[in-house]
């Protein structure tokens, strides 16, 4: 089992972009032995969970089509960490981010298959 800890602005400006990190113990993000996948994964007040994209193991990236436009997720091997890059923010976007890990997946983008989760991190964008 692997540890996630998100981290970034809690409150960011309509228009400004957010950046979140999201670092990983327990475990390389590099290692499709232990983890395969590695998502952001957010939930506005009051709805469901929306994937919002994936690096794997690999360093290959898929995006959610509705975000992909606004959406970058990037890694760093040597700091164990996954980024999430979000331009061009809206009130909408107001929600709590999670990172997530998932073994193995078949879709990439169920929230249902991912097997642990960072604790989440409140993003807020307002004027």
């Known amino acids: 089992q692997v540890q996630l800890q998100e981290s970034g602005p809690g409150l960011v400006k309509p228009s400004q972009t957010l950046s979140l990190a999201c670092t990983v113990s327990?475990?390389?993000?590099?290692?499709?032995?232990?983890?395969?996948?590695w998502s952001w994964i957010r939930q506005p007040p009051g709805k469901g969970l929306e994937w919002m994209g994936v690096?794997?193991?690999?360093?290959?990236?898929y995006y959610s089509p509705s975000l992909k436009s606004r959406t970058s997720i990037s890694r760093d091997n040597a700091k164990n960490t996954v980024y999430l890059q979000m331009n061009n923010l809206k009130p909408e976007d107001t929600a709590v981010y999670y990172c997530?890990?998932?073994?193995?997946?078949?879709?990439?983008?169920?929230?249902?298959?991912?097997?642990?989760w960072g604790q989440g991190t409140q993003v807020t964008v307002s004027s």
């Open positions: 997530a890990a998932a073994k193995s997946t078949i879709t990439l983008r169920a929230p249902g298959e991912y097997d642990d």
């Open positions: 690096i794997a193991y690999d360093g290959v990236t």
């Open positions: 327990g475990g390389a993000i590099t290692a499709s032995a232990s983890y395969y996948a």
